[in-house]
């Protein structure tokens, strides 16, 4: 079946726009996660998504940063006002539930001006 | 804090020799531990989870809780294994479910 997708693949901006990203997790899993992917961070936890449950927002670096789930299934994550440290790859991945095995799409490469 | 440390950027070695990627943790609880590789223009993938005590395309890992370590073993490195190593654990509660990543490791296997 149709692994974690993500769009756009890659996406340029200046600094002081808005961007969504957004994720289309694999059918029926029910857990979402946001990460980012940065040279100088590494891979860290962003946002968690679980059901209706409220979302684990701890990740998030700012208030410019926020992520909505719609339904149950598509994800999408905002940046306001873009700074170029906002430059990394952000990752989304999905799984089954809590503690299942995590799966993830192929990134989003956001470039910062 | 919960913490996932893997000290080497870099490991090369020849195709044929021996490999191990060293990772060490601190988690206050019974950790539940992973590898991850990111294979060239690929996405990451799980390897292997020390609860499933798979071996997965040669790779073992073996949690050890007194040296707080999962360190990932083969015996014979492939060319093909030339990759990007994270070991990562979750932090799972009432409320969240997060992997926290090592800084990762890239693997070189040179012909």
């Known amino acids: 079946g149709a692994g974690v997708s993500q769009s756009p693949s890659n996406k340029v901006t200046e600094k002081g726009k808005d961007v969504e990203l957004r994720c289309d997790p694999i059918?029926?899993?029910?857990?979402l996660y946001w990460y980012r992917q940065s040279l100088g961070q590494g891979l860290e936890f962003l946002i968690y998504?679980?059901?209706?449950?409220?979302?684990?927002k701890s990740g998030l670096p700012s208030d410019r940063f926020s992520a909505e789930r719609t339904g149950g299934s598509v994800s999408t994550l905002t940046i306001q006002r873009t700074q170029q440290e906002d430059s990394a790859v952000y990752l989304c991945?999905?799984?089954?539930?809590?503690?299942?095995?995590?799966?993830f799409g192929p990134g989003t490469r956001l470039l910062v001006l | 804090a919960q913490r996932v440390t893997q000290p080497e950027k870099l490991l090369s070695v020849f195709k044929g020799a021996p490999v191990e990627l060293k990772c060490n943790y601190s988690?206050?609880?019974?950790?539940?531990l992973f590898w991850y590789v990111q294979y060239s223009r690929q996405r990451l993938q799980l390897l292997l989870r020390?609860?499933s005590r798979e071996s997965i395309k040669g790779f073992t890992a073996d949690l050890n809780k007194g040296e707080t370590s999962f360190h990932l073993k083969k015996p014979f490195a492939q060319e093909e294994d030339s990759a990007m190593y994270y070991c990562a654990l979750i932090q799972g509660s009432y409320n969240t479910d997060k992997l926290i990543f090592g800084t990762g490791t890239r693997l070189q296997v040179f012909p």
């Open positions: 020390h609860i």
């Open positions: 059918s029926g899993h029910t857990a």
């Open positions: 988690y206050s609880g019974s950790p539940e």
């Open positions: 998504f679980q059901g209706n449950s409220a979302p684990d």
């Open positions: 991945a999905s799984s089954r539930g809590p503690g299942e095995t995590q799966y």
